[in-house]
C-alpha cells in the first residue's frame, strides 16, 4: 500500500509538472515568441503559393497576392513580394506585348525570383535591370521576372514551350545552375526523378483531421511542435525537402549530358518563336578558397556533393554553357569573375544579398544594353 502511494504521488509530480510546463510554455509562445500567433491556414496564406503544370514542376497561380519571407509579428508592416496577375514576380504586364517594347524575359530558380530583396528594396534583380536600362535610355524596354524557386533548366525550357512564347518575347534570358546541380549526382533519366508538384500534400500548411484543426487553433504551443515534428519527418532544409544519401564526389556524364541537352533544346527553341537567347553563368559564393565561415552557408545536402566536387560541378556548367553558346552562336553573360566568392554579395551558395542583386542587375544590363544594340546593327545588315 505504501509502495503504491508513492508511485501515485510520483505520478500527481510529474503530472502536475508537464500541466505547468505546457501552461508557461503556451504563455511564452503566445506572448514573447517573434512569430506570434501561427496556424497551417495563416502558414499559407503567407507562403508562396504554387499549382501543378504539365511542362515542369510548378508554377505560381494567375492571381495578385503580396508574400513576405517575413512570417514574425510584423508581417503587416514587412516588405514583400509582389506576384502579379499573371503569376510572375513583379509589376503586371499584358499578354500581347505594346508595338514598340522590347520584351526580356529571365529564366531561373529561387536566385532569379531573388528571394532575399523585396519591394523596398527595388525589387529584385531583373525589375532592377528594367530600371536601370530606362534611366539609361532605353525606355522601351520590359523585363519580365520568371523565376520560381525551385526550378532547374528543364524546367524553364518547359515553361517557355508551354506559355511564354505567347508573350512574344524578343529576348530570353537564362540563369540556372545550382538547381540542375542537384541531379548531377544521379545518371537515372530525368523523367525517374523528377517528381511534379502535389497541390495540399505539404502537412504543414493544412489541417490534418478535426482534432489536429482544435489543437491548432487554441495551442500554439501544439502549433510550434507540430511544425518542429513535420521539418523533422519530411527531412526539410531552407529548399524543400533534402535528398537521402550521403554527401560525395559523384558527377555522372549522363547528368552533364541531360544540362547540355536542355540549353541546346531551350536555344533552339527560342530561335523557333523569334527570339534571340541568352546564356547566363550562376554567380555564387562558391570557389575553391572558400572559407570556413562561406562553407557553412553553402548547402552541401541539396546537391549531395563535397566541396571540391561542388566546385568542379560548377565548373562543368560554366564550361557547357559556353560550349553551347559558342556551337549555337549565341550570347553569354558573365558576372562570375565580379561576384564569385564576396561574401558580401550572398546569403549562401547562390542567393544574393540586396548588395549583390543590386550589383548583378548593374552588369546584366550593361550587357543586355550592349546585345540589343548589336542585334539591332544585325537586322539592320539583314541578319537577325
Not at 544519401?245 to 540549353?263: A, H, P, R, Y
Amino acid at each position: 500500500m505504501k509502495f503504491l502511494k508513492i508511485i501515485v504521488t510520483y505520478f500527481l509530480i510529474i503530472f502536475v509538472t508537464g500541466i505547468i510546463a505546457a501552461v508557461l510554455g503556451e504563455i511564452y509562445v503566445r506572448f514573447f515568441s517573434e512569430y506570434g500567433r501561427m496556424t497551417p491556414v495563416l502558414s499559407r496564406e503567407r507562403s508562396l503559393e504554387y499549382e501543378p503544370a504539365l511542362f515542369c514542376r510548378h508554377i505560381f497561380p494567375e492571381k495578385e497576392k503580396f508574400v513576405s519571407e517575413c512570417i514574425t509579428k510584423d508581417y503587416k508592416e514587412a516588405p514583400k513580394y509582389h506576384i502579379n496577375a499573371r503569376g510572375y514576380r513583379g509589376k503586371d504586364f499584358s499578354p500581347e506585348k505594346p508595338l514598340g517594347t522590347i520584351r526580356v524575359i529571365i529564366y531561373g530558380g529561387s536566385s532569379v525570383f531573388d528571394t532575399r530583396t523585396q519591394v523596398d528594396e527595388g525589387g529584385s534583380w531583373p525589375e532592377k535591370v528594367q530600371n536601370i536600362l530606362r534611366q539609361n535610355g532605353y525606355p522601351e524596354v520590359e523585363v519580365i521576372n520568371a523565376g520560381i524557386p525551385g526550378h532547374a533548366s528543364f524546367d524553364s525550357l518547359g515553361r517557355l514551350f508551354a506559355r511564354d512564347h505567347r508573350y512574344g518575347p524578343d529576348y530570353v534570358v537564362l540563369y540556372n545552375g545550382w538547381n540542375d546541380i542537384k541531379y548531377f549526382h544521379s545518371s537515372r533519366p530525368l523523367i525517374h526523378q523528377f517528381k511534379p508538384f502535389q497541390k495540399g500534400r505539404d502537412p504543414r500548411l493544412s489541417y490534418q483531421n478535426w482534432l489536429d484543426k482544435i489543437l491548432c487553433r487554441y495551442s500554439q504551443l501544439y502549433e510550434r511542435l507540430r511544425s518542429r515534428y513535420y521539418n523533422w519527418k519530411l527531412n526539410l532544409g531552407k529548399e524543400g525537402i533534402k535528398p537521402r544519401g550521403d554527401v560525395g564526389s559523384i558527377i555522372t556524364e549522363k547528368s552533364l549530358e541531360q544540362f547540355q541537352l536542355n540549353l541546346e533544346m531551350f536555344l533552339d527553341l527560342a530561335r523557333n518563336i523569334n527570339a534571340v537567347p541568352i546564356l547566363m553563368t550562376q554567380a555564387r559564393l562558391i570557389t575553391p578558397d572558400n572559407s570556413e565561415s562561406d562553407k557553412e552557408k553553402i548547402g552541401y545536402g541539396m546537391v549531395l556533393l563535397d566541396h571540391q566536387s561542388l566546385c568542379k560541378a560548377f565548373s562543368e556548367v560554366d564550361r557547357i554553357i559556353k560550349v553551347v553558346a559558342k556551337e549555337k552562336d549565341a550570347a553569354v553573360i558573365d558576372p562570375t569573375d565580379e561576384l564569385n566568392g564576396n561574401s558580401d554579395y550572398f546569403t549562401d551558395h547562390v542567393h544574393l544579398t540586396p548588395k549583390g542583386s543590386g550589383r548583378l542587375a548593374e552588369l546584366v544590363a550593361a550587357d543586355l544594353a550592349r546585345i540589343i544594340v548589336n542585334t539591332k546593327k544585325d537586322d539592320h545588315s539583314g541578319g537577325l
